[in-house]
């Protein structure tokens, strides 16, 4: 009975002295049931909304407030021109513009007042829900000030969904399903192929050859650079003439920041490389580690305007968040390169930065 109490005592000095297998076993249950509790959610909160008031009287104010009231909008900026609409949607930054006509209070009584609801297809989902809410809150208003005027009228808004006027589900998957598809194949394949060398020993004979570390690095990532272009080429192909999902945009542009994000998920694989020394472990890091933040903090699924402040934060670490945003914009919305530029600039910081990272540690830890 000794000898047994002693094997388990024996197992669990092993398991406490791993810290990696005490953040899997303790620390990464914790993580994932905060982040499916906060992250997971249908509900639509804190929407930026733009608003359209060229009438500004008393009635549209009154409306106004009580969109800046509700727990789904945030007021977010007051347009002045009508062809701003299209420019606040290129940028990324609203979810639904609210345009009142004008003399909109003159002419409420007649009937002749109307509001028209603009919102982003590109997640329809996400835009039904805003557009339907935004319905609820315009009937209470019209409730409202029917009973302080004590005259009855109706307020009917034209609902109008820009860059995807039939609401199809794909417009906003294949933009996800592109960054998921590239991040986990360049990540982990490329940490599994250098950390097969160092497991097997194989990695310092390479390194004693005359050809560079830097050479042999790339040697491993040229491959599985070759098949994520072959990969894009096909979900586009697919996307195209069998989804139904058109590039509105320029081509160049988008396989420009797929090329950009490619090479980031390499760099990420790379860094991934250096902090572990099994297979089984960069597995776990690459795939298990970055298929949960990807699906949940990156917008592929759940908006990230809904999330908690801390996880908004979270998520502009994550580079699939901004491929996907730049997928979106270039290939739905049709956007020139002045409305992705913020998403070219930081996938390039994070590729420098990881390559940076990973060229240095990996010196020191082989």
Avoid at 129 to 145: F, H, K, P, S, Y
Avoid at 275 to 291: D, E, I, K, P, Y
Avoid at 330 to 359: D, H, R
Wanted: hydrophobic share 50%; charged share 15%; net charge neutral.
């Amino acid at each position: 009975m000794k000898q047994f109490i002693s094997f388990i005592k024996k197992e669990f000095y092993h398991i406490f002295r791993d810290r990696r297998t005490i953040l899997i076993l303790l620390v990464m249950p914790i993580v994932q049931i905060l982040l499916f509790g906060f992250a997971i959610t249908t509900e639509v909160k804190n929407a930026q909304i733009a608003v359209f008031d060229p009438s500004k009287d008393a009635c549209t104010q009154f409306i106004k407030e009580r969109f800046a009231a509700s727990e789904y909008f945030s007021f977010a900026l007051e347009i002045t021109e009508i062809e701003q609409i299209n420019d606040v949607f290129k940028y990324g930054k609203i979810s639904l513009v609210i345009v009142f006509s004008e003399n909109f209070a003159e002419n409420l009584i007649t009937g002749e007042a109307g509001v028209q609801l603009i919102a982003d297809g590109t997640e329809p989902n996400q835009a039904s829900m805003l557009t339907g809410i935004a319905t609820g809150i315009l009937d209470v208003c019209r409730q409202e000030l029917a009973g302080q005027s004590g005259t009855q009228f109706q307020i009917v808004p034209q609902v109008r969904m820009l860059y995807n006027p039939q609401g199809k589900g794909a417009y906003n998957f294949v933009p996800g399903v592109m960054g998921l598809i590239l991040i986990l194949i360049c990540a982990m394949m490329t940490s599994i192929a250098i950390v097969r060398e160092k497991e097997t020993g194989t990695m310092e004979i390479l390194l004693s050859s005359p050809v560079k570390p830097i050479y042999i690095i790339l040697a491993k990532a040229v491959p599985y650079f070759s098949l994520s272009i072959i990969n894009l080429a096909t979900i586009l192909l697919l996307s195209v003439y069998v989804l139904d999902v058109p590039v509105s945009g320029s081509l160049t542009l988008l396989i420009m920041l797929s090329l950009i994000f490619i090479f980031t998920a390499l760099s990420l694989g790379l860094f991934i490389s250096t902090l572990v020394n099994t297979q089984m472990a960069a597995m776990l890091a690459s795939g298990m580690g970055l298929m949960m933040p990807v699906m949940l903090l990156s917008g592929m699924i759940f908006p990230i305007e809904s999330m908690p402040q801390i996880l908004q934060w979270i998520s502009t670490i994550v580079p699939a968040r901004w491929y996907i945003e730049g997928v979106k914009k270039i290939m739905i919305q049709g956007v020139e390169i002045q409305f992705a530029a913020k998403e070219f600039c930081i996938l390039a910081a994070m590729t420098g930065g990881l390559i940076v990272l990973s060229l240095s540690k990996f010196k020191r830890t082989i």
